[in-house]
């Protein structure tokens, strides 16, 4: 129960991401500002979140999981609630800074806490069903988003977050123990190693090809496609679904074959659907668009166990919410990357072209730069887990 309740409270920081990007449209339309300048609405929060995440792991390490995603939880609420009350997009902007901060307490505290019950052989695992719950979010996060700024307005998308907060944070109180681990003296060398580098730059990649592509696709589908909030969050539904059934897969390949084959599958995958995506002339909102889907959505799905356990097994378990911070502030600098990036591309109109460019730059970094990083991670045979295990 300590994994649901740790896997509870991290799906709502990605239930956020999704729900917040479906609703960007009808946002600029109520606060009367440009489509593009929304994107600062996505940077702010992952800013934030990433600014806060390695203090945040520090202090994980230091006082417990449990109370730092209490309190994470307890900010993160109050940032949703004032978001849902104001009139201006500066004043929006600053209370997704305050969500984002309290992201980053929670973020850290959640990972270290689900995976300190299980042993290194075995969070190959325990990861999938992590990932799998992120892609649930994924799938939730577009349909509720979609549906809530369609029936009552872009408004309801942050008022919801309020509840779910603290649902998460009941779980946490009802199933994490006050103190996760109790072993001392890891230093901070030991959360910075090759390894560690490798799988934050594969999540900063991963998560900067995902956001990009989710809110690109959400913008033209609604502006150049003439689709409603949710007939565009309902096609970006098939995404979210095989990002999380690939989690349990990629686990379990993990734990038999170690880290580097998933992940290099998982880019060439989703670099796959990308170079198919990226072909002038190719649909961007019919039928015919799914084929494609099917690999990029799988491929990134496949990429998020391979980084966490490869990152958590290369550190003793006493700097697992240093080295948690350190992977989430790479996934949240992606992210950040691929909204800006997808900003500016705005600017310049939101035709066809514009996508299967942008689809051609997300496969070149699948290839160039994800695959190489993933021969980085661990050894083939998940040696890494059983060198670095401490009792």
């Known amino acids: ?28 339309h109520s606060l009367n500002v440009s489509s593009a300048s929304t994107a600062a609405i996505l940077s702010a929060y992952f800013g934030a979140y ?18 730092l995603a209490l309190i994470g939880l307890a900010v993160f609420a109050v940032g949703a609630g004032a978001g849902a009350l104001v009139s201006s997009i500066g004043a ?17 505290a959640a990972l270290a806490g689900a995976v300190s019950g299980f042993p290194p052989e075995r969070r190959g695992g325990a990861l999938g069903i992590w990932g799998a719950s992120a892609g649930v979010a994924n799938l939730l996060g577009p349909l509720l988003g979609g549906l809530l ?11 919801a977050l309020v509840p779910l907060a603290l649902i998460a944070a009941a779980g946490i109180v009802r199933w994490v123990p006050a103190v996760v681990h109790g072993e001392k ?6 959360t910075l190693n090759r390894v560690v580098y490798a799988a934050t730059l594969i999540a900063a990649l991963t998560f ?21 909030a949710l007939g565009a969050s309902s096609a970006l539904v098939i ?17 038999e074959h170690g880290e580097r084959l998933p992940a290099i599958l998982g880019f060439v995958l989703a670099g796959g659907g990308l170079a198919v995506l990226a072909i002038p002339g190719m649909p961007l909102s019919s039928l015919v668009t799914i084929l494609p889907l099917i ?35 790479g996934r949240l600098v992606g992210a950040g990357l691929g909204a800006g990036l997808a900003g500016v591309a705005l600017a310049g109109g939101t035709d066809a072209s514009t996508v299967h460019d942008a689809m051609l730059l997300a496969c070149i970094l699948c290839v160039a730069v994800g695959i190489p990083a993933s021969t980085r991670l661990g050894t083939p045979s998940g040696g890494i887990a059983r060198r670095t295990q401490v009792t």
């Open 208 to 228: 900067a090809v995902m956001i990009g592509c989710f809110y690109l696709a959400s913008q033209y589908l609604q502006r150049d496609a003439g689709y409603s």
């Open 92 to 108: 929006l902007i600053a209370t997704r800074v305050v969500q984002g901060a309290g992201a980053g307490l929670v973020s850290p």
């Open 239 to 255: 995404v979210a679904f095989l990002v999380g059934a690939a989690a349990p897969i990629a686990g379990r390949l993990v734990d």
């Open 185 to 190: 003296g890891a230093g901070d060398g030991y």
């Open 149 to 159: 700024t369609v029936a009552l307005g872009w408004r309801a998308n942050w008022w």
């Open 50 to 67: 990433a600014i806060v995440l390695l203090p945040g792991g520090a202090l994980v390490d230091r006082f417990g999981a449990r109370r």
């Open 1 to 28: 129960m300590r994994l649901a309740a740790c896997t509870g409270a991290a799906a709502l920081l990605q239930l956020d991401g999704t729900l917040i990007t479906v609703a960007l449209p009808s946002v600029a």
């Open 295 to 329: 690999p990029v959505g799988f491929g990134l799905g496949m990429l998020f166990v391979p980084t966490s356990r490869a990152a958590l097994n290369a550190t003793p378990q006493a700097s697992h919410g240093r080295t948690s911070a350190v992977l989430s502030v």
